[in-house]
């Protein structure tokens, strides 16, 4: 098997490091990243001036750092390292559950994987003060991968808690979209924005939302179809 590693967390992240070292025990590894951090780029791809790719070896693995954003990464990645598999994003630097995959740099690459017709695999963990405990996850996510790769799933987001108790499936929790602004002024009086997100207390059942707040590793099966099979019948028959 031949994977591409990706993030929106930039190619010194220890989420991509700690990804790689589980990673690399199922098949052969090639990691393209962006040079810094690109978090929330959402699938944004660069088409405005050209791209350029360094070779950056990482803890002995085949590395690379792209000035891009996550798509632009995966996009080049495919084409240089021909015969690729699976796409892994992550392991990312907090959640990426309910509204927020919307603009997720980290399931964007993922995304482009499945694309481009391969698959796509995006993982992530919420931090706080102090990065997460990678050690502490390696087994979860070596099971997390072992489930998907043996699977069918095309594409797949999934969510580390600090400290698992299991694995649940999920669906993706919409009930309430979690961005607010914040209103501030410089040092001159000058009107400044903070645009930020707020934590969603409702809960429902088999969300990832709800996997996550009871130590559950969610994984949401996803799809790059975006239609609403519902509403198109129903416009169809008039």
Request: glycine content about 8%; aromatic content about 6%; overall charge negative.
């Amino acid at each position: 098997m031949r994977l591409l590693l990706a993030n929106d967390d930039g190619i010194y992240s220890p989420g991509l490091a700690a990804l790689a070292s589980v990673a690399s025990t199922f098949g052969d590894l090639h990691i393209v990243a962006p040079d810094v951090e690109q978090s929330s780029m959402g699938a944004a791809i660069t088409h405005s001036r050209p791209i350029s790719i360094r070779r950056t070896p990482i803890d002995g693995y085949d590395a690379h750092r792209v000035n891009g954003t996550p798509t632009d990464c995966v996009a080049l990645g495919v084409d240089l390292f021909k015969d690729i598999d699976v796409v892994l994003s992550g392991i990312n630097l907090g959640p990426n559950i309910g509204s927020a995959i919307w603009h997720s740099g980290t399931l964007a690459a993922a995304k482009q994987g499945t694309l481009l017709g391969l698959r796509g695999i995006a993982l992530s963990t919420p931090t706080g003060e102090t990065e997460p405990d990678f050690e502490r996850l390696r087994p979860w996510v070596a099971e997390v991968l072992k489930l998907l790769f043996a699977s069918d799933v095309r594409l797949a987001n999934v969510n580390f808690p600090p400290d698992p108790v299991g694995v649940r499936w999920t669906r993706q929790a919409v009930s309430h979209y979690d961005g607010r602004v914040v209103p501030m002024t410089d040092p001159y009086g000058r009107s400044l924005f903070w645009l930020t997100v707020q934590r969603v207390e409702e809960l429902e059942e088999g969300t990832d939302r709800w996997a996550m707040r009871n130590r559950f590793v969610s994984i949401t099966p996803l799809r790059v179809d975006l239609t609403d099979d519902g509403v198109l019948d129903r416009m169809r028959k008039g």
